[in-house]
């Protein structure tokens, strides 16, 4: 009995340690969660460092207005659009139209245990992503669908893709403090290829408004650009970043533009070092937390053991 004694306090000093790891590194970005959720939502592979499955999702056969393959067709954002209204919204039609359904007003009253339980396929089985997501990944998904997403119709203009309203001076401070580094004063710095067309950031800010506020406000997977929902910043923030981004250099206009709503970027890399930290310290913790827990049960059951067996004992 006695040797059981420094058995049990181990097993408790292990699960206070591994717990309070655990929540070390929960606390120290509480909007991790909603950020990576939403990079989930523009490409989960890319968000997660690894490759796109083989193949069309299987969804993907009930439409044939939308022509790409592959990869794309398991982004959450191919099929419930940048602006999350689906057929409702941008993607009613144009190339990218699919008839899938607006994933605001689908969220709007699912829990997150909802959510989660349709990504693994509950409502229909051919929407289960439990293969590639974990339990994790879908919980941030759904936090991004209960608390990230925003009606767009009231900064941008479904038909002339114009800013309604915003500051431009304030978008202008906040695209030369903050996006000028890398994009450049004009923003041409970088060139992004979307499929097979080459575009500024003027000109995904006056194509696609709807991708550009999405990723201004929560980044771009697999890159070192800053998310503008962690600096704190509003989605009337970004809507004012957009208005002036608007005003930036175009390219050549290509001869057919195909990538309007197409998302771009390198999808290799993950996330920078205080991902890599967080996701270490959580993995440290949640591994002692375990590792504890299946000491003290178990502690616990050897204890019964031992009780029972001295009860016994005494009896004869
Ligand atoms: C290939 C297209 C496609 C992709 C990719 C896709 N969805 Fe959907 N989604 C649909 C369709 C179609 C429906 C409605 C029918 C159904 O529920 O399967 C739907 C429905 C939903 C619903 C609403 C369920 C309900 O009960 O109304 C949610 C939530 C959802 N999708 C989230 C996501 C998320 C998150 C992702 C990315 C991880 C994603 N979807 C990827 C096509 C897609
Ligand atoms: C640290 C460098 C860096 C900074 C600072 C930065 N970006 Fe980026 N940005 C990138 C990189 C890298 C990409 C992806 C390039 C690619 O697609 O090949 C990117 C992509 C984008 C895209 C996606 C374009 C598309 O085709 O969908 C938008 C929009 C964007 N940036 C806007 C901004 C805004 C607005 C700011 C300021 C809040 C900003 N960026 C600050 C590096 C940066």
Redesign the pocket.
């Known amino acids: 009995m006695k040797r059981l004694l420094p058995v049990t306090i181990f097993t408790l000093v292990l699960m206070v340690i591994g717990t309070s790891i655990a929540f070390a590194g929960e606390i120290q970005s509480p909007d991790s969660d909603l950020v990576t959720g939403a990079q989930l939502y523009d490409r989960w592979y890319a968000a997660l460092g690894i490759p796109a499955p083989h193949g069309d999702m299987p969804i993907w056969s009930r439409q044939s207005t939308n022509t790409r393959s592959g990869a794309e067709t398991w982004r959450c954002s191919e099929c419930h659009g940048w602006d999350y209204k689906g057929v409702e919204g941008a993607y009613a039609s144009g190339s990218h139209q699919t008839g899938f359904p607006s994933i605001i007003r689908a969220t709007a009253d699912m829990t997150e245990e909802d959510i989660v339980a349709h990504l693994k396929g509950g409502n229909d089985s051919a929407h289960d992503f439990s293969k590639y997501l974990d339990e994790g990944s879908m919980g941030q998904v759904a936090v991004f669908l209960k608390e990230g997403l925003i009606d767009d119709a009231q900064y941008i203009d479904s038909i002339s893709l114009k800013v309604i309203g915003g500051k431009l001076e304030r978008g202008k401070d ?2 030369d403090s ?6 450049g004063d004009d923003g041409t710095k ?5 499929e097979g067309v080459d ?1 500024t ?1 003027g000109d ?2 006056n194509r ?1 408004p709807f ?3 999405h ?2 406000r929560f ?2 997977a ?5 998310v ?1 929902y962690a ?1 704190g ?1 509003t989605p009337a923030d ?1 809507r004012d ?2 208005m002036y ?1 608007q005003t930036l250099a175009r390219g050549k206009e290509p001869e057919e533009i195909t ?1 309007a709503g ?5 999808s290799e890399l993950i996330g920078g070092a205080t991902n890599l930290w967080t996701g270490i310290l959580t993995g440290i913790g949640a591994f002692f937390a375990t590792f504890g827990s299946a000491l003290l049960f178990l502690t616990v059951l050897v204890l019964i053991g031992v009780v029972i067996v001295t009860a016994l004992r005494r009896r004869n």
């Open positions: 906040l695209y903050t996006c000028a580094e890398c994009h970088i060139i992004f290829r979307t575009e950031l995904v800010a696609d991708r550009f506020l990723r201004t980044g771009v697999g890159t070192e650009m800053p503008g600096l910043w970004g970043v957009l981004a990538g197409e998302g771009s970027g390198p």
